[in-house]
């Protein structure tokens, strides 16, 4: 397991054969719940969320039931954080009291790099800023894999507010690696203008395989799947001029979208939360199109393997 290493902060480090071995791996837990029953049990395991999380949280919560470790939820809200408590004075308190492995959500980028290199437990970064959040390209990779037993040869359409998103990025990465082709769409102002660039200088096989469209109708002609990402609004900065209604004008994929373009046989996913009728209709979303529920049933057992790997390698 030396691709994880003892932490999990992004994809990058993730090599493409670890990530099916991982894959594969995670289907033998969810479909035979017993080969996990030799897991080293009690172990301490901390969250600690600085940002909101339904999902996220719930599903390590679950996932760490599933493996009897003990569950810490430090409450920022209630927390000392509240009385001035620095994230440095943070990491070192919950050193002193002992933890296996930190759980960490944080608006800033990079935040759970520092944790990492300031604590002796292992770290997974469950989303910071608008850079990363690997165990929900994991969950969607998973999901992906269990409907098409492939990555090569599959287009994915990732739509929305790409600017903003921490999944888009990971998301992005992950599935160049795994050799799929990407479609970035939405609108100019929510798109990096050298995304497209960029991650042809990551690496130059991605060259040809990622392009970016400002509207429908060729990428989702095309399309295995269509991945909407939640439009962020409280990290838009001042400078950002886009509404919801002017965002679902052209952007939201109801049925009819679908249907005109005839494909209705398209899968649909979203990491959630999603904003109905803004990003997808409410119809599609709870359609048997979707994805979505998949998605969050699936990630409570690639975090269960994330953290079965991390705690085994300590
Ligand atoms: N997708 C996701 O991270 O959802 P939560 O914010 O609810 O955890």
């Not at 999902?55 to 920022?76: E, P």
């Not at 599935?175 to 990551?202: A, C, H």
């Not at 395989?209 to 001042?238: C, M, T």
């Amino acid at each position: 397991m030396n691709h994880i290493k003892n932490h999990l902060l992004d994809i990058d480090h993730l090599s493409k054969d670890f990530i099916y071995d991982f894959l594969t791996e995670t289907k033998k837990i969810k479909y035979s719940p017993e080969t996990s029953k030799n897991f080293n049990h009690e172990k301490n395991i901390c969250a600690l969320f600085y940002e909101n999380s339904t999902r996220t949280k719930l599903s390590f919560q679950k996932a760490c039931s599933n493996i009897n470790a003990v569950f810490h939820n430090l409450d920022i809200q209630t927390s000392s954080v509240n009385k001035g408590e620095t994230f440095y004075n943070t990491i070192k308190t919950i050193n002193s009291i002992g933890m296996d492995l930190i759980i960490i959500r944080h608006s800033a980028s990079g935040a759970p790099y520092f944790l990492a290199k300031n604590t002796y437990s292992s770290v997974i970064n469950a989303g910071d800023g608008a850079h990363a959040h690997p165990t929900q390209t994991l969950s969607d990779l998973y999901t992906i894999f269990e409907i098409s037993n492939k990555f090569e040869d599959l287009e994915v359409s990732i739509i929305g507010d790409i600017l903003y998103s921490r999944v888009a990025r990971s998301n992005i990465l992950g599935l160049l690696k795994m050799g799929s082709r990407i479609n970035i769409l939405g609108p100019r102002e929510l798109v990096p203008e050298d995304m497209v660039d960029l991650y042809s200088t990551i690496d130059k096989s991605y060259k040809n395989k990622i392009s970016y469209y400002e509207d429908f109708e060729k990428p989702i002609l095309s399309s295995d799947f269509l991945i909407a990402l939640r439009i962020q609004k409280e990290r838009f900065d001042k400078n950002t001029d886009l509404n919801f209604n002017t965002y679902k004008t052209k952007w939201k994929i109801d049925l009819d979208v679908l249907r005109n373009l005839k494909r209705e046989d398209v899968f649909i996913m979203h990491p959630g939360p999603v904003n109905e009728e803004v990003e997808l209709s409410h119809e599609l979303v709870h359609s048997e199109k979707s994805l979505i529920s998949k998605q969050v049933e699936n990630g409570v057992f690639v975090r269960q393997k994330i953290m079965e790997k991390l705690l085994n390698e300590k």
